[in-house]
């Protein structure tokens, strides 16, 4: 079955080319143009794209010509895949291309994808919101080139010491290591950093606050990098008892299951 003349904004996941929706998936297969830009998209996805479908690469194209590539076809009634590597609504720069889209009244259907940031947590085999430990995960960046407002400064965010996801983030390690210092993190928090999570190169380096910068000069770390910071990521944890969550506690009662104290 055809698909409707609109722009389909499909999350391709974080590079394994089976770790996209189903839904996302069939898009790319039926889709009459395919648009994807990032390094990041894995080609076997784009290799799905059926035998009729226009693939445009859009790297070098700027916000416009990308609009009108989308304008054209959905105004010759075609449909749009516009592929994008991890969840599209994180760092994905899609606000710009719907607001365009919204001023031709091109409609649009987004189709959310794996984030890194859940890639890296699947990665590392790791909770990201432990029991008595944290039941929050930040998701955020270093400033660099692109500013971060003021109130959402690194040193202000940490302060709440719970899992703090960073992306866009590996050059600007000793700055990151600064502002969690100076929130009062031990320098002795784990923090991992998967780079590349579920290509065939992916590299996991785990480190400490301390060590943080030279780990990542050492690995040569420097771009596709997911840093995950907090006690959340010690990888000793599985191995202990104390943070047990209440939901398979057989003292514990909750709506859908009586706990056996509570009901002998
Ligand atoms: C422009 S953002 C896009 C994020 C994407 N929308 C997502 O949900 O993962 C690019 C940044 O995402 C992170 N990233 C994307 N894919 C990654 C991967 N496979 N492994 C580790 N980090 C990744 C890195 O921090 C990279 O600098």
Same mark, same amino acid.
């Given at each position: 079955? #055809?698909?409707e003349p609109k722009v389909y !904004?499909?999350?391709?996941?974080?590079?394994?080319?089976?770790?996209?929706?189903? /839904?996302?998936?069939?898009?790319?297969?039926?889709?009459?143009?395919?648009?994807?830009?990032?390094?990041?998209?894995? +080609?076997?996805? !784009?290799?799905? #794209?059926?035998?009729?479908?226009?693939?445009?690469? %859009?790297?070098?194209?700027?916000?416009? +010509?990308?609009v009108e590539?989308m304008r054209e076809a959905v105004a010759?009634?075609k449909s749009v895949?516009r592929?994008?590597?991890?969840?599209?609504?994180?760092?994905?720069? !899609?606000?710009?291309q719907m607001a365009l889209l919204k001023r031709h009244r091109i409609p649009v259907e !987004?189709?959310?994808?794996?984030?890194?940031?859940?890639?890296? #947590?699947?990665?590392?085999?790791?909770?990201?919101?432990?029991?008595?430990?944290?039941?929050?995960?930040?998701?955020?960046?270093?400033?660099?080139?692109?500013?971060?407002?003021?109130?959402?400064?690194?040193?202000? @965010?940490? %302060?709440?010491?719970?899992?703090?996801?960073?992306?866009? %983030?590996?050059? @600007?390690?000793? $700055?990151?290591? /600064? +502002?969690?210092?100076?929130?009062?993190? %031990?320098?002795?928090?784990?923090?991992?950093?998967?780079?590349?999570?579920?290509?065939?190169?992916?590299?996991?380096?785990?480190?400490?606050?301390?060590?943080?910068?030279?780990?990542?000069?050492?690995?040569?770390?420097?771009?596709? #990098?997911?840093?995950?910071?907090?006690?959340?990521?010690?990888?000793?944890?599985?191995?202990?008892?104390?943070?047990?969550?209440?939901?398979?506690? $057989?003292?514990?009662?909750?709506?859908?299951? /009586?706990?056996?104290?509570?009901?002998?």
């Amino acid at each position: 079955m #055809a698909l409707e003349p609109k722009v389909y !904004i499909v999350g391709a996941g974080p590079g394994d080319p089976d770790l996209i929706t189903v /839904k996302g998936l069939r898009l790319i297969g039926q889709a009459d143009v395919i648009l994807y830009t990032d390094s990041l998209v894995n +080609e076997e996805l !784009i290799a799905r #794209a059926g035998d009729h479908a226009e693939v445009h690469h %859009s790297s070098g194209m700027d916000l416009e +010509e990308m609009v009108e590539i989308m304008r054209e076809a959905v105004a010759a009634g075609k449909s749009v895949a516009r592929v994008h590597t991890g969840d599209p609504s994180v760092y994905g720069a !899609i606000l710009e291309q719907m607001a365009l889209l919204k001023r031709h009244r091109i409609p649009v259907e !987004i189709i959310p994808g794996v984030s890194s940031v859940f890639a890296a #947590a699947a990665v590392l085999q790791a909770e990201l919101t432990v029991p008595d430990l944290t039941q929050t995960v930040i998701l955020t960046r270093a400033e660099g080139r692109t500013p971060v407002p003021e109130r959402e400064q690194l040193r202000d @965010l940490a %302060s709440h010491h719970c899992t703090v996801a960073l992306f866009l %983030s590996a050059t @600007l390690a000793k $700055k990151v290591v /600064k +502002e969690f210092l100076e929130a009062g993190w %031990s320098e002795h928090t784990p923090v991992a950093v998967v780079q590349r999570a579920t290509w065939p190169d992916q590299k996991v380096v785990r480190t400490t606050l301390k060590d943080l910068d030279k780990d990542l000069r050492e690995a040569g770390i420097r771009m596709h #990098a997911m840093i995950l910071a907090g006690w959340a990521l010690d990888p000793t944890l599985v191995d202990r008892d104390e943070h047990r969550s209440k939901l398979y506690d $057989k003292t514990f009662t909750h709506g859908y299951r /009586k706990g056996v104290s509570a009901s002998e």
